[in-house]
C-alpha cells in the first residue's frame, strides 16, 4: 500500500528563517509522481508542484525548492526567507496507479507552518 | 468564474435535513473528485466521476450520494447525516484520470451537523 509520512505536524518560525517541510513516501510503483499542496486557512488546497520517478533534479521556484532523493524516498520542501503569508498546512502527496480508477492521490497527514513576524 | 467553485462555503445541518453541495469547474476537465477533510485526519478520497461516470466510491455511507449531470458540475447530496459526518467537503478536478496529471481542488463546503 502507498502510504506519505510528513513527520513534522507543526512548525513554527520567525519571519525571514528559512524552513524544510519533510515528506517521506512508500511505493511499490517504479513509476510514480510527488506533489505538494499549501491549505491557507480559507481552506482551499493550492498547488505547488508536481515531480516524476524519473526526474531527481531540485526544482527551485523563487523562495521555494524542492529536494527528491529516490535512494531515501523523500520529497522535501524548503522556503527560503519565509513571509507570514507562507502560514499555511502543507501536504505532500503521491499518485498511486489504480487498475480500475485511472490514478489516486494519497496524502500526508500535513505540516501546519506558523511564521511569525 | 475561473478554477474550481463550490457552493455554500458553509452550511449547518440537521441530522434530518437534506441539503446538496455544488462543485463546478471552469477548466475543462474531465474527472472531479470529492474529499472528505476531517480535523487532524489525512484527506480522504470519496467518490471520483471521470466522463460524468463513477470510477470510485471509497466504501462512503450511502447517506452521501453523489451526482454527476456533466463534467462541469458535481454534486454531493447529504441526508439524514451524524454528527461525526462534520468536516471541510473538498471538490477537486483533473484533465482526465491518469496517474501524472494534477487534480485543482475548490475551497471547500465547511459542514456542521447539529
Known amino acids: 500500500a502507498q502510504k506519505v509520512t510528513q513527520a513534522q505536524t507543526e512548525i513554527s518560525v520567525v519571519e525571514k528563517e528559512d524552513v524544510t517541510l519533510d515528506c517521506v513516501y512508500e511505493?511499490?510503483?517504479?513509476?510514480?509522481?510527488l506533489f505538494w499542496y499549501k491549505q491557507p486557512p480559507s481552506g482551499e488546497l493550492v498547488f505547488l508542484i508536481r515531480?516524476?520517478?524519473?526526474?531527481?533534479q531540485n526544482e527551485i521556484s523563487g523562495r521555494y525548492s524542492w529536494n527528491f532523493q529516490k535512494s531515501t524516498s523523500s520529497f522535501n520542501f524548503t522556503i527560503t526567507a519565509s513571509q507570514v503569508v507562507d502560514s499555511a498546512v502543507y501536504f505532500c502527496?503521491?499518485?498511486?496507479?489504480?487498475?480500475?480508477?485511472?490514478?489516486?492521490?494519497?496524502f500526508g497527514e500535513g505540516t501546519q507552518l506558523t511564521v511569525n513576524p | 468564474e475561473t478554477g474550481v467553485t463550490q457552493t455554500p462555503r458553509h452550511l449547518v445541518m440537521g441530522m434530518t435535513n437534506k441539503k446538496s453541495l455544488k462543485c463546478e469547474q471552469h477548466l475543462g476537465h474531465n474527472a472531479m473528485y470529492w474529499y472528505k477533510q476531517s480535523a487532524k485526519k489525512p484527506l480522504e478520497l470519496m467518490f471520483v466521476y471521470n466522463f460524468k461516470e463513477q470510477t470510485e466510491n471509497n466504501s462512503v455511507p450511502s447517506r452521501f450520494s453523489p451526482e454527476c449531470p456533466n463534467s462541469s458540475h458535481l454534486f454531493l447530496h447529504l441526508h439524514t447525516l451524524q454528527p461525526e459526518d462534520s468536516a471541510l467537503y473538498l471538490c477537486?478536478?483533473?484533465?482526465?484520470?491518469?496517474?501524472?496529471?494534477?487534480?485543482?481542488f475548490g475551497p471547500g463546503t465547511r459542514l456542521t451537523v447539529l
Open positions: 477537486a478536478s483533473s484533465q482526465d484520470w491518469a496517474q501524472y496529471v494534477t487534480q485543482y
Open positions: 511505493t511499490r510503483d517504479t513509476t510514480y509522481y
Open positions: 502527496a503521491l499518485s498511486e496507479r489504480r487498475e480500475t480508477s485511472g490514478s489516486r492521490l494519497t
Open positions: 515531480r516524476n520517478s524519473f526526474d531527481e
